[in-house]
């Protein structure tokens, strides 16, 4: 079994409040949690309102699905025309049993 991890870093330079950051990460969460079918959560900065840590989860038996997925779900992040600038992002594969 492999699980894929994926850290993705943003900021959200026209965000003035908090309400406006859950805004913009629950239409990015249920997007790419719909579409590419992984586990998505905010992992960090929650009490900054400019900047926003996502962290995705990808559990698959191939190493190469799990690496191409969250590839996928990076590549769609970044070219969508959520209000964020995508500041930098980490995957890693961890196999397990």
Known sequence: MNVGVCR???RLA???????KRRVLKS????????FNV???EVDDQDLWQLAT???????NDKRQTNEVLSK???FVSN???EVEMLDYEIEILSVF
Do not use: M, P
Request: net charge positive; with cysteine; hydrophobic share 40%.
């Open 39 to 41: 586990s998505v959560a």
């Open 73 to 75: 779900v990076v590549e």
């Open 8 to 10: 993705i870093r943003f």
């Open 80 to 82: 969508s025309r959520f």
């Open 54 to 60: 996502l962290g995705i989860c990808c559990v698959s």
């Open 28 to 35: 990015i969460t249920s997007r790419v949690a719909d579409k």
């Open 14 to 20: 026209e965000n003035q409040s908090l309400k406006g």
